[in-house]
Nanobody
């Protein structure tokens, strides 16, 4: 079973940058390779519901972002490395949260999907803390 593992979180001052990584570990079969699926990043702040952050199609051709991060965050992927990235720039204290990656529930979906309900196989999360 493929597992997703996030890394790259930490403590940063407002205005700083971090790059999160999401890698697949465990046994992979052709149709369950992470490269066949769209991927998404989500976050959950203390006392709040989980929210969508960014998503990318399996091909990497299309992306979408939450309005709150548009222009500051960039999602990308390297299918050869089975890894998805989230470059976070101009970080704000309100970006403080546990960040999770997840896999599109549908194989090789052509369109990018931008919501929680379309994703599963969540990783364990990585903490991002932005100080003011």
């Amino acid at each position: 079973q493929v597992q997703l593992v996030e890394s790259g979180g930490g403590l940063v001052q407002a205005g700083g940058s971090l790059r999160l990584s999401c890698a697949a570990s465990g046994r992979t079969l052709a149709n369950y390779d992470m490269g066949w699926y769209g991927m998404g990043w989500f976050r959950q702040a203390p006392g709040k519901d989980s929210e969508f952050v960014a998503a990318i199609t399996w091909s990497g051709e299309d992306t979408c972002y939450a309005d709150s991060v548009k222009g500051r965050f960039i999602i990308s992927r390297d299918n050869a490395k089975n890894t998805v990235y989230l470059q976070m720039n101009s970080l704000k204290p309100e970006d403080t949260a546990v960040y999770y990656c997840a896999k599109d529930l549908r194989l090789r979906r052509l369109e990018v999907v931008c919501g929680l309900a379309d994703f599963g196989s969540w990783g364990q999360g990585t903490q991002v803390t932005v100080s003011s």
